[in-house]
């Protein structure tokens, strides 16, 4: 495995925490420590690929993208769970795009250890469908959430299951990217932002989000935020998986 001079480790990864101690000794000379920049892609629209990736403390959007080049997110993952689910589900390839929303780093998997660790290891097989089941859900109440609520609403849930999957209270965020994620004009991004700075639930400077009630966009947003922590509560509890 590389050495690298961060403190991130397999563990601070929530999956990775849960392998029990048999699996774990199997992957830990396997996992290798990669650096994940601010819109890296780790994987293209229909492209194999090649690993899977568990995020420690990087952010990764799952996004996808139309013809015309427009973009909406379709899901977000972070230290709870990993990207590439394509690769043991048996699809081989996806039609999204996952792009690192916030830098940080992470560790990678080769795609045919994932398969064959899915295939023999039954507490990984559960481990990863309960990470999948979870996975569906956010995609589902996205679409809902994206048709039915308001941007403002929108743009709480998001930040709130941006700041689940981060260290503290800040996001660096460019009003552009906060667009091409919810997939609306960035004068909408502007205008949902200063409400919610008006209301004194958060700091916006260019390019930095600071989050300074958390509560205060918790009972702002939509109940799909609540909806999809409580789902990867309930299938994604801390402790060994079985």
Avoid at 67 to 87: C, F, M, R, T, W
Avoid at 93 to 99: D, G, K
Avoid at 184 to 201: F, M, N
Wanted: net charge neutral; with cysteine; charged share 20%.
């Amino acid at each position: 495995m590389n050495t690298h001079p961060v403190a991130s480790v397999p563990k601070d990864n929530q999956l990775l925490a849960s392998l029990p101690a048999a699996e774990w000794q199997r992957w830990l000379p396997l996992l290798e420590w990669v650096e994940l920049p601010l819109g890296q892609v780790l994987y293209e629209s229909g492209r194999p690929m090649s690993h899977v990736y568990f995020p420690t403390t990087a952010i990764v959007s799952l996004l996808y993208v139309m013809e015309s080049g427009a973009s909406a997110e379709i899901a977000v993952v972070g230290n709870e769970g990993l990207v590439g689910i394509a690769l043991f589900m048996g699809g081989e390839t996806t039609p999204s795009r996952a792009v690192v929303q916030s830098a940080g780093d992470g560790f990678r998997l080769r795609a045919q250890v994932i398969k064959e660790e899915f295939n023999n290891s039954s507490p990984v097989m559960h481990l990863m469908l309960r990470y999948t089941q979870a996975l569906i859900t956010q995609m589902a109440q996205t679409a809902v959430c994206n048709r039915h609520h308001s941007l403002d609403q929108q743009l709480c849930r998001w930040l709130l299951l941006s700041l689940d999957r981060l260290h503290g209270s800040e996001l660096k965020m460019t009003q552009e990217l906060i667009a091409n994620m919810l997939g609306v004009r960035r004068e909408g991004v502007t205008e949902a932002a200063l409400k919610l700075q008006g209301a004194g639930l958060i700091r916006y400077t260019r390019g930095h989000i600071s989050v300074l009630d958390r509560h205060g966009l918790e009972e702002r947003t939509c109940e799909c935020y609540a909806v999809v922590r409580r789902e990867y509560d309930r299938l994604l509890p801390r402790g060994t998986a079985t």
